[in-house]
Nanobody, 126 residues
């Protein structure tokens, strides 16, 4: 069992930056693919970024490519999402998720991820 706790959300002006953190408990964190998803009011959940267990491979939604960076520190059981050049359309609740590599490969719906955090609100003002 893995528990995920996000932090780092808040209110920021357009063009600003935030770094989200997701702290994981459990022995298998370093073997999981980790992802970030977001959901804005009235919209479906959206893939943001994912990182493989070793950190070697990262994947991004086109809407955040070049602005967001996902990373992980397996020694600290933590995954990060550095968000730069934020836009009002980035406003959403951001969720951290984890899942086994073979199930999550290619998945951008979130359905293959087994573990989810409670979410952290990111609000970008114009």
């Amino acid at each position: 069992q893995v528990q995920l706790v996000e932090s780092g959300g808040g209110l920021v002006q357009a063009g600003g930056s935030l770094r989200l953190s997701c702290a994981a408990s459990g022995r298998s964190f370093s073997t999981y693919t980790m992802g970030w998803f977001r959901q804005a009011p009235g919209k479906e959940r959206e893939f943001v970024a994912a990182i493989t267990w070793s950190g070697t491979n990262t994947y991004y939604a086109d809407s955040v490519k070049g602005r967001f960076t996902i990373s992980r520190d397996n020694a600290k059981n933590t995954v990060y999402l550095q968000m730069n050049s934020l836009k009002p359309e980035d406003t959403a609740v951001y969720y951290c998720a984890g899942g086994t590599a073979y199930r999550t490969i290619g998945d951008r719906t979130g359905r293959a991820y087994d573990y989810w955090g409670q979410g952290t609100q990111v609000t970008v003002s114009s």
